[in-house]
C-alpha cells in the first residue's frame, strides 16, 4: 500500500517541467535490489559466508568493509526489510535530486561505512541499513530545508512511511547496528545541507510592476501622471 501511494504521488509529478520523469530512474533502485539478493542467493547455494567482509571497527581488514558492508546480509528478514524501502527512497533520488543523486548514494554510504568504522562496537557490521537512513534523512531534510512545496509533501510521506526508523539509530535493540543507523542518518543530514541550493529549489517571487504601481512615486506617494488633453481646432 505504501509503495502504490509514493508511486501516485510521482505521477502527479508528470506535468511539472523541472520534475521531468527520466525513463532511468528506477534502473539504480533496481539494480541495487537485484544486486543484494544475487549476493545472498550466492551465498547461501555456495555456502560462503561474507560477513567477514563487513565493517569491524579500527581494523585495517575491518577497513573493506566501508565499501562492502552495504551489499551483505545476514538473512532474508534482513533482505526483505531493507529492500522496499531502499527502492522507494532510491527511486525519490533520483526522481527529484537526479543532479546530486548519484554523489548522495556514492559518496554517501562510503562516509556511512567510515564513521561506523570509526564508531561502531567490535563486531561485523553488514546490511544496507545505513544507506537506507542516509537516504531517508537526506529526503526529508532536503525537503524541509529547501521548502519547495511538493519536496515538502515528499517529506511529509517519508516520514509517513519510515518515520518509526528513527528511534534505531538509538542503542534499543541488541543485534542491530545503531551505530550504522545513526552514521546514515547524520551523512544524509549533512549533505541535504551541503547539497540545499542544488536541483530543485524553492523560486523567489519575481514582482512585475503594472499600471497601478505607475501611480505611486518612487517613495510610495500616489501620483497618477498627468493626463495632457489635445484640443482639435475646428475650421
Not at 523541472?18 to 543484494?36: D, E, G, M, W
Not at 561502531?120 to 512545496?149: D, P, Q
Not at 551541503?194 to 530543485?200: D, F, M, S, T
Given at each position: 500500500?505504501y509503495l502504490v501511494l509514493f508511486l501516485l504521488f510521482l505521477g502527479q ?57 552495504h551489499f551483505i546480509h545476514s538473512n532474508t528478514s534482513h533482505l526483505f ?155
Open positions: 500500500m509529478m508528470k506535468d511539472d517541467n523541472q520534475l521531468k520523469k527520466s525513463k532511468s530512474i528506477f534502473l539504480i533502485p533496481i539494480t541495487y535490489v537485484i544486486a543484494i539478493w544475487f549476493i545472498y542467493w550466492v551465498e547461501i547455494n555456495f555456502n560462503f559466508n561474507f560477513n567477514k567482509y563487513g565493517v569491524f571497527p579500527r581494523t585495517l581488514e575491518g577497513f573493506r568493509g566501508v565499501f562492502l558492508t526489510n531493507n529492500s522496499i524501502p531502499l527502492f522507494v527512497l532510491l527511486s525519490s533520488l533520483f526522481y527529484f535530486y537526479r543532479d546530486v543523486a548519484y554523489k548522495v548514494l556514492l559518496l554517501g554510504a562510503v562516509c556511512t561505512g567510515f564513521f561506523t568504522w570509526c564508531i561502531a562496537r567490535e563486531s561485523y557490521h553488514i546490511g544496507a541499513s545505513g544507506v537506507v537512513y542516509l537516504l531517508f534523512s537526506f529526503v526529508f531534510f532536503s525537503g524541509i530545508i529547501k521548502k519547495h512545496y511538493r519536496l515538502v509533501a515528499l517529506s511529509f510521506i517519508v516520514i509517513f512511511l519510515y518515520g518509526s526508523m528513527i528511534w534505531y539509530v538509538l542503542p534499543i535493540k541488541d543485534g542491530i547496528s545503531w551505530e550504522g543507523h545513526l552514521s546514515g542518518f547524520l551523512v544524509g543530514l549533512y549533505f541535504a545541507i551541503r547539497y540545499r541550493n542544488k536541483g530543485i529549489v524553492k523560486e523567489e517571487h519575481q514582482f512585475s510592476q503594472t499600471e497601478f504601481d505607475d501611480l505611486f512615486d518612487e517613495n510610495g506617494n500616489f501620483s497618477p501622471p498627468e493626463i495632457v488633453e489635445k484640443l482639435e481646432e475646428n475650421f
